[in-house]
């Protein structure tokens, strides 16, 4: 009854769960790294390290809140919820960016990575 939070829920929970305990060594194509993504404008980067937890408590954290969220997605039907996740991700993904540079240009401070998930 709720398609889009069943697959948000398994798919990058699969990936994350894979890169953690088997494939370590890929990890770090998936860091969410903002400097790759302002600099040579990779922006995978953006759409991977903000979906795929490269920790198990944060992947297990963002398992129990999507979840929840189907009782949303039952109700607002599935085409409106992923449009609203899809407006909230660009938002935030937005957010970030500035964020990050105004802490740049403002304290001076380089933030070169952020967690990811």
Same mark, same amino acid.
């Given at each position: 009854?709720? %398609?889009?939070?069943?697959?948000?829920?398994? =798919? %990058?929970?699969?990936?994350?769960? +894979? *890169? $953690?305990?088997?494939?370590?060594?890929?990890?770090?194509?998936?860091?969410?790294?903002?400097?790759? =993504?302002?600099? &040579?404008?990779?922006?995978?980067?953006?759409?991977?390290?903000?979906?795929?937890? +490269? &920790? /198990?408590? &944060? $992947?297990?954290?963002? !398992? /129990?809140?999507?979840?929840?969220?189907?009782?949303?997605?039952?109700?607002?039907? !599935?085409?409106?919820? !992923?449009?609203? /996740?899809?407006?909230?991700?660009?938002?935030?993904? *937005?957010?970030? /960016?500035? *964020? =990050?540079?105004? $802490?740049?240009?403002?304290?001076?401070? $380089?933030?070169?990575?952020? %967690?990811?998930?």
């Amino acid at each position: 009854k709720a %398609p889009l939070s069943k697959s948000l829920l398994i =798919v %990058p929970s699969a990936i994350s769960i +894979l *890169l $953690t305990l088997l494939f370590q060594h890929y990890q770090k194509f998936f860091a969410y790294n903002l400097q790759a =993504v302002k600099e &040579d404008f990779q922006i995978w980067r953006l759409v991977c390290g903000r979906t795929i937890c +490269l &920790d /198990l408590k &944060d $992947t297990f954290c963002s !398992s /129990l809140l999507i979840y929840n969220f189907r009782i949303f997605e039952r109700r607002y039907g !599935s085409r409106k919820f !992923s449009s609203f /996740l899809l407006g909230a991700w660009m938002l935030s993904a *937005l957010f970030d /960016l500035l *964020l =990050v540079e105004i $802490t740049q240009y403002i304290f001076g401070i $380089t933030i070169n990575s952020l %967690p990811s998930g």
